[in-house]
């Protein structure tokens, strides 16, 4: 069966500073690998996707992932915080149906 | 631009009610998925369709039910509404592309039963 653990509920970060949202996964195959981010009262928006090749993967608004198989690890990254990036955060796995992590939630302090 | 819309974005109903969530894509995606959602919990799969009149359960479908009449078009049904169902629904769609699918999410349907 697949799953998804994010350990951190919720993080607090400065506007400027560096972010890193962790993610791990388990799943039988290669594992394709999404994070999505979903502001107050909205649905999900992809942030990025990882189905092969390059282990780093660049996304939409400044946010990068790293897959590493061997610590079955996808984190988010981010080197440079925003106010507008406070959202939470959501890992998932899969191909045809995806599993979603419970999710964590970033404040950014001004 | 891939477009989910959803009913109602907030809905109140009363225990016992049976309530209907629809859902419609505008990008002739074959799969189509609801989800709830609750604080702490993530995304939960309800039910999920690959094809028209086609159904397959998710991880937590007792005490709903679904319909897919037309391809575009992915109707949630609360058949007797109870206080453990109020949560945030989210439907999503995606295309058959290869091996993996990015979905796509409507706005949600915040739905709230007293």
């Known amino acids: 069966a697949q799953s998804v653990t994010q350990p951190d509920i919720h993080i607090t970060v400065s506007e400027g500073a560096s972010l890193e949202l962790r993610c791990n996964y388990s799943y039988g195959a290669t594992p394709y690998l999404f994070w999505y981010v979903q502001s107050p009262g909205q649905g999900l928006q992809l942030l990025l996707k990882y189905f092969s090749g390059d282990t780093l993967v660049q996304g939409i608004k400044g946010f990068e992932a790293e897959f590493k198989r061997s610590q079955s690890s996808f984190n988010l990254r981010k080197p440079s915080v925003h106010w507008s990036d406070a959202a939470e955060y959501f890992c998932?796995?899969?191909?045809?149906?995806?599993?979603f992590g419970s999710g964590t939630q970033l404040t950014v302090l001004p | 631009d891939v477009k989910v819309t959803q009913s109602s974005r907030y809905l109140v109903k009363r225990t016992g009610e049976k309530v209907f969530l629809e859902c419609v894509q505008d990008?002739?995606?074959?799969?189509m998925f609801w989800y709830r959602q609750d604080p702490g919990l993530g995304l939960r799969l309800i039910y999920f369709?690959?094809?028209?009149?086609?159904?397959e359960k998710g991880d937590i479908p007792e005490g709903y039910s679904v319909s897919r009449e037309k391809k575009e078009r992915f109707s949630l049904i609360l058949e007797s509404a109870s206080t453990n169902q109020t949560s945030m629904y989210l439907c999503?769609?995606?295309?058959?592309?290869?091996?993996?699918?990015?979905?796509?999410f409507g706005p949600g349907t915040r739905l709230t039963v007293t």
């Open positions: 998932a796995v899969g191909a045809r149906q995806l599993t």
């Open positions: 990008m002739d995606h074959e799969n």
């Open positions: 999503a769609s995606s295309p058959n592309l290869g091996l993996a699918y990015e979905q796509y």
């Open positions: 369709s690959y094809d028209v009149k086609m159904k």
